[in-house]
Nanobody, 127 residues
Framework: QVQLVESGGGLVQAGGSLRLTCTASGRTFDSYAVGWFRQAPGKEREFVAAVSWSGKRTYYTDSVKGRFTISRDDGKNMVTLQMNILKPEDTAVYYC????????????????????WGQGTQVTVSS
């Protein structure tokens, strides 16, 4: 069983930055892709970014490309989402999640493939 804890959310003005971290306990996730999803009020949960188990491949939804960077540090059992040039439309609860399949080639953007989810961290971007 993996427990995921997200942190780093908060209130920031448009154009600002936040750094979200996801720390795992219970077991390591160095053999699994890790992703971030977000859910805004009244909207469906959407894929934001993912990093492959090797750390060599990263994936982003179009709306955050060039602004967000996902990275992993398996020595610390941690994944980070650096968010720059934040926009009001980035406001959402952000969730960290771990792929249910080990050693997947690349990473999946389908929430159904992720089996471990954190409790989420709120990101609010004011205009």
């Amino acid at each position: 069983q993996v427990q995921l804890v997200e942190s780093g959310g908060g209130l920031v003005q448009a154009g600002g930055s936040l750094r979200l971290t996801c720390t795992a306990s219970g077991r390591t996730f160095d053999s699994y892709a890790v992703g971030w999803f977000r859910q805004a009020p009244g909207k469906e949960r959407e894929f934001v970014a993912a990093v492959s188990w090797s750390g060599k491949r990263t994936y982003y939804t179009d709306s955050v490309k060039g602004r967000f960077t996902i990275s992993r540090d398996d020595g610390k059992n941690m994944v980070t989402l650096q968010m720059n040039i934040l926009k009001p439309e980035d406001t959402a609860v952000y969730y960290c999640n771990v792929d249910g399949s080990s050693f997947r080639s690349g990473a999946t953007m389908d929430a159904r493939d992720y089996v471990y989810w954190g409790q989420g961290t709120q990101v609010t971007v004011s205009s």
